[in-house]
Each structure stands twice: as structure tokens, then as C-alpha cells.
């Protein structure tokens, strides 16, 4: 499929990166045509990088090729991601004074707008109008989603996930122009998933954590959530907006966590324990900052104890009949070391723990934790088989993780 990927001067540019990755990986051929201002964002080099084509913004360009309006006509999709509200503007008139604006008027081919722009611009009366012109012409607008803008605002006008973007897009060459509708398999099931990292105060300053973002963990609850559960989410010190229709409740600490996903397993039917607790805690936390000392050699010491296994914990209040008996879904992040492999240990901790069904997943430095892509291997219990999923968007996962529950929920 041929794809011209627009992409407008709006600070979400580096978002349509992944998507042209997105594209590339999946063996399409695209054509990036950035504005001028967009390269203020993303320069030049990184789109022939990443697309392996030559990228320009005027229409002087390899004139004798003609490529204002041949490029349009021998595309298959346009998508512009993120559109401004200038951008949206003069799609709307018809202006052209660029490569992007003559390309939208000479495309015979499906075209979809990812707006993205702060809340208020996007809701003023000529945004809007704007975007009635274009989808009353038979462009797609997608909706903007609501979250984290630049800055510290929140609101609608934030540029949906790569992965969002590139499902409305085979959809719309699908031709009913929208994301293909989720299968309700999970409707009238309540879903607890924690998500995120917790943290161990030190002193009013410090804390003891871990590098998960959460990024799984939402991923997990948005695919519950759109497969019709009702979903409480627990989330420890998780940043990223939370997915819609979802029930947040945040924690610091991994009582905190371990009290709010107790409290939450009652009466569910699934719970996911995405979340990585920290498995110790100070023993005593300084009520005001630490100090260092006069002598350079003396250091710290920190006694720390063990926090409580809150996997177990759901195991044992399940088996014991206290509660509803709810699927419990563990995590097993590891590392490889002397005494043992990555699957050597989760199966060691699967057994321990007690759960379901377990996801492992190598975890370092430059692994798993706040990427976008993921590797997950899935261990059922009473069952020697593994099943690999990845690498993958970790949107991917989720999925793959409930394809995989559903069946033994029945």
C-alpha cells in the first residue's frame, strides 16, 4: 500500500514517527511530507531515515517530476498526523502553498486528519467548522484524544497513540472509515489491574522505585475496557493518561497498593497484577531530609524489610473462600543471572506465587520498562505449554493477554 504520511508543525510530530515505523513494518511504502514548521519539530534526515525516501516541503523539488500533484495521485492513503489547526484550516479553504496542502488537493484516495492541538483551539467555533467542512467532504477527521498536552495541560487535543492511529487508518482503507468495532467478550465482567511502579520514601525527598512506566498495565485495562468490562484501575505513580471508561485509584507505596487492589478484588472476575512492587521498604523513614556526612567514607546504611507478596496474598484469600474467586493474572519482570535463566526463575516464581496465569518478560536498562514494544512470554497453569507473543506493541499484548483469559474464565 502506498501511504503518504503529512505531518504538521505541532509538538505530537514526533508521535508520527512510530506511526511511520508502524507502516514501514508492516511492508507498506510511504511517502513523508512534512510542512516547513513540522521539520522544526522532527528534521528532515529522520524521515529519509526512517521512510528510506528523500523528503521535501516545497513543490520546486525534482519540478520536471511533478510532484504536487503526482504524489497525491498515486497514493492509496493520506493521513496527516498531527494536523494543526492551520493545517486543518487550509484543507478546509483549499489553500495550497505547500507540498502537504497541494498533495490533499490532488489525492483521490481515502484521507484522514489526526488533529492534535491545545483543548481550546480545538474547541473554538472555527476549528470546528473546519473539521465539519472536511468530513462533510468525505475527509475522516479522528477525534483528538484527552490527556496531557504540552505543558502542564490536560484536556482534548492530545494526538492518540501511534498504534490507535494505525488501526483507524487500515479501517478506514477497510472502507467504513472508523476502528473496527472490539468484540464485547468481556462485557459484564468487572477487571482489577494494577499498573505502574511503587515507591518507598526514604525521607521526605528520597524514595526507593523501579523503572516501570505503566505503559502495560493502562494498555491492559484499555483493552478491558473496550471489550465492554467495567475496569478499576490501580495505579502507582503512572503519569500517562488514563484510558477512557476506566476507574482510576492511585497509590505510592505497595501497601498502599497491596490495601487498594484487596479492596477492588472483591466480587471481580479478573485481576492483573501489572504492576511492579517494590519487594522492600525501609524499615524507618527520616521525617526530614538526610544529610550527608562530614566524612566522605562513613556512607549509609539502610535497613530495609520485605514488603508483603499481594499475588499470594489474593491466592490464599481466594483459596480460603473469603472472596469471589477472582482469575489472577501475576507478572514476572526478570533478569538472567548465575543461578538461573529469565523463564527459569518465573517459573520458579509462578509456582511460588500460586496465580493463573503468569506474563514474563526480560526486563534491563534498554529493556521493556517505558518502551512502546514488548516481548511477553504467557505461562498457564497446569500446563507445561508457552506461548510467545512479540515483540509487539505492548496495545498488541493486551489483547493477546485476554485472547489468551477469556477461553479459561468459561
Not at 534491563?364 to 500446563?383: A, I
Amino acid at each position: 500500500m502506498r501511504v503518504v504520511l503529512g505531518v504538521s508543525g505541532g509538538i505530537a510530530a514526533y508521535k508520527a514517527c512510530s506511526l511511520l515505523r508502524l507502516f514501514t513494518e508492516h511492508g507498506h511504502d510511504v511517502t513523508v511530507v512534512p510542512t516547513a514548521s513540522a521539520l522544526q519539530f522532527v528534521g528532515a534526515p529522520t524521515w529519509s531515515a526512517l521512510s528510506g525516501k528523500p523528503v521535501s516541503t516545497e513543490v520546486w523539488t525534482s519540478v520536471h517530476e511533478v510532484p504536487h500533484v503526482r504524489i497525491g495521485q498515486a497514493a492509496d492513503l493520506v493521513v496527516v498526523a498531527p494536523a494543526t489547526a492551520d493545517l486543518l484550516a487550509k484543507a478546509a479553504h483549499g489553500l495550497a502553498d505547500d507540498l502537504l496542502t497541494n498533495t490533499l488537493l490532488t489525492a483521490r484516495c481515502p484521507v484522514a486528519f489526526a488533529p492534535a492541538m491545545h483543548t481550546e483551539m480545538w474547541e473554538h467555533p472555527a476549528t470546528q467548522a473546519n473539521v465539519a467542512t472536511l468530513r462533510s467532504r468525505g475527509a475522516h477527521v479522528i477525534d483528538p484524544a484527552v490527556g496531557r498536552l504540552t505543558g502542564k495541560d490536560s484536556g482534548a487535543g492530545r494526538l492518540p497513540e501511534p498504534e490507535q492511529l494505525y488501526a483507524a487508518c487500515l479501517a478506514l482503507l477497510d472502507g467504513d472509515g472508523s476502528a473496527p468495532p472490539r468484540p464485547q467478550d468481556l462485557e459484564g465482567r468487572r477487571v482489577v489491574v494494577s499498573a505502574g511502579g511503587t515507591r518507598e520514601p526514604l525521607d521526605p525527598v528520597r524514595y526507593l522505585g523501579n523503572r516501570s512506566s505503566g505503559k502495560q498495565g493502562l494498555a491492559i485495562a484499555r483493552a478491558a475496557a473496550e471489550r465492554g468490562a467495567k475496569v478499576t484501575l490501580v495505579a502507582a505513580n503512572v503519569s500517562l493518561p488514563v484510558p477512557d471508561g476506566v476507574v482510576v485509584e492511585r497509590v505510592e507505596t505497595t501497601l498502599e497498593l497491596q490495601r487498594a487492589v484487596e479492596a477492588a478484588a472483591q466480587g471481580a472476575d479478573v485481576v492483573v497484577m501489572a504492576a511492579a512492587p517494590a519487594d522492600f521498604r525501609p524499615a524507618s523513614v527520616s521525617a526530614s531530609k538526610i544529610k550527608k556526612s562530614s566524612d566522605p567514607e562513613a556512607g549509609l546504611r539502610v535497613e530495609l524489610v520485605e514488603n508483603p507478596d499481594i499475588v499470594r496474598g489474593l491466592v490464599a484469600a481466594r483459596d480460603a473462600g473469603s472472596a469471589r474467586s477472582p482469575f489472577i493474572v501475576s507478572f514476572a519482570a526478570e533478569t538472567g543471572d548465575a543461578h538461573g535463566t529469565v523463564m527459569e526463575h518465573a517459573r520458579s516464581k509462578f509456582a511460588r506465587k500460586g496465580s493463573d496465569l503468569q506474563v514474563v518478560n526480560q526486563v534491563g536498562t534498554e529493556l521493556t520498562f517505558g518502551k512502546d514494544d514488548t516481548t511477553v512470554h504467557l505461562l498457564r497453569r497446569g500446563s507445561d505449554e508457552v506461548t510467545t507473543v512479540g515483540p509487539a506493541s505492548k496495545d498488541v499484548v493486551a489483547d493477546a493477554l485476554w485472547d489468551t483469559v477469556l477461553p479459561l474464565l468459561h
